[in-house]
């Protein structure tokens, strides 16, 4: 299939990412018994998976969409990115943030430690996708869908240039 100047392949059914996803949803059910979390899913390429994770939950929880907004910052430290959205109280709450995929992981660790900061109960994350690079950083995401090699993907919500976010599959750039 080609988006643009791009050519990719289907690797991930949407079959598939369901099962995953109700496997995923399931732990959750069992971990957070008891507990009303909050699903902070980062905008926009987690909006589907954060849809089809929430319809599997069967506990009382609430969900705030979050965008990160990154700005040059006066100081010499370059790029800042500052957490915008979730209107919703978070001090003492048990935060379940919402990721697509986590490449660098430097985003996840950002928000997770600004979370942290603001006297939230606990803040775990859940991400469809990880890649390579962030599993030798060690980064903390407590819930993976799948793993994959250093490639680029599009698809259920995560776009090329803001294309391909409808397709129900996932799908990889062939070099
Ligand atoms: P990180 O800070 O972990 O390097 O970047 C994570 C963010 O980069 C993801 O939330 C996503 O928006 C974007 N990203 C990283 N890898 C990919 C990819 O293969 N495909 C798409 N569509 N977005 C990606």
């Known amino acids: 299939m ?38 902070l899913p980062i905008l926009n390429g987690s909006f589907m998976f954060a849809s089809d994770l929430m319809k599997q939950l069967n506990l009382p929880c609430k969900i705030s969409f979050v965008k990160i ?31 697509d995929i ?9 928000i997770m430690s600004d979370l942290r900061d603001r006297g939230t109960k606990s803040v775990e994350a859940i991400s469809l996708l990880r890649k390579s690079v962030a599993r030798e950083k060690v980064v903390d995401v407590k819930y993976v869908g799948f793993d994959l090699d250093d490639e ?7 776009d090329y240039d803001g294309l391909g976010r409808n397709l129900v599959d996932l799908y990889k750039k062939i070099n």
Do not use: C, W
Request: aromatic share 8%.
């Open 152 to 158: 680029f993907v599009l698809g259920y919500g995560m």
């Open 102 to 110: 986590v490449d660098t992981g430097l985003t996840l660790e950002k």
């Open 2 to 39: 080609k988006i643009k100047d791009l050519e990719f392949e289907k690797f991930i059914t949407a079959t598939q990412i369901e099962n995953r996803v109700a496997e995923l949803a399931a732990q959750i059910n069992s971990d957070y018994q008891d507990r009303n979390p909050i699903l």
């Open 69 to 99: 907004s990154s700005y040059n910052g006066t100081a010499s430290s370059g790029q800042l990115k500052t957490l915008i959205g979730h209107e919703e109280s978070i001090f003492n709450q048990d935060i379940l943030i919402v990721e």
